[in-house]
């Protein structure tokens, strides 16, 4: 939804996941794809990515053709891992680089729609209500919960040390979904663009996770007189 509401500003080239070791090209910005192109085929970009990841960096997910901004998405997870080692420490050397740093508040709700995009629909994202997927409802060990959270708010932690010497925006989704246009001020601000709405055409894809998470309210009572109690809403009215 970020990488959609940053392309939705015309001096932004937003990419996706390019730096991601996949099999795919990850999505750059359709605005760029035309100059990437010129660089290779795709199994020669993919290559020259795996190979030397850093020039592949510098020269193409960081290509910003006539756009004054260019950036791209990369998860906290995957630069804890060793082959993201390189990449980790260039961008942690380059302190003129701004960091937009995404959360969401709610960690089970974060955790829920994980759970759903891996283990039940595989959707990450739709535009269209044909596109939604359907739902089943799961059964979740508490155990597994805690330690995602315990393991989210570490990542968090690190990203705030790796990157303490550049400029860094924190952006929640909630914020995003429940402010959209103060937070395309403060993102348009930070990153010295013109002012601007952001939009996006992304569609929320995770019921509440009383609706598909079958032990929802054992889970709540696991949590009750902990930190995270207050993740845990009410149920929808009518449930």
Known sequence: MLVRLLRSHPHVIANGEVMAFTDSLGGFDVNIRDTISTLGSPEELLRWRREDPLDFMARA??????????GFKMKSDELLLEDYQSILDALVADTELPILHLNRDNLFERFVSWV?????????????????????????????????????????????????????????????????????????????????????????????????????????RHFADGPYAELFSDPPTGR
């Open 116 to 220: 759903m995009v891996n283990r039940v629909t595989g959707v990450t994202w739709a535009s269209r209500e044909d596109q939604r997927p359907e739902f089943t409802s799961v059964e979740i060990d508490p155990a597994e919960v805690e330690a995602d959270f315990d393991e989210a708010t570490r990542r968090h932690g690190l990203v705030d040390d790796w990157f303490q010497n550049h400029r860094v925006l924190n952006v929640t989704y909630e914020g995003l979904v429940a402010r959209p246009a103060h937070e395309s001020s403060r993102i348009c601000e930070f990153l010295g663009l013109p002012p601007r709405q952001l939009t996006t055409d992304s569609l929320k894809l995770t019921p509440h996770p009383s609706e598909v998470v079958a032990n929802y309210d054992d889970i709540r």
């Open 61 to 70: 997910a960081f290509e910003s053709g006539d756009h004054a901004m260019v």
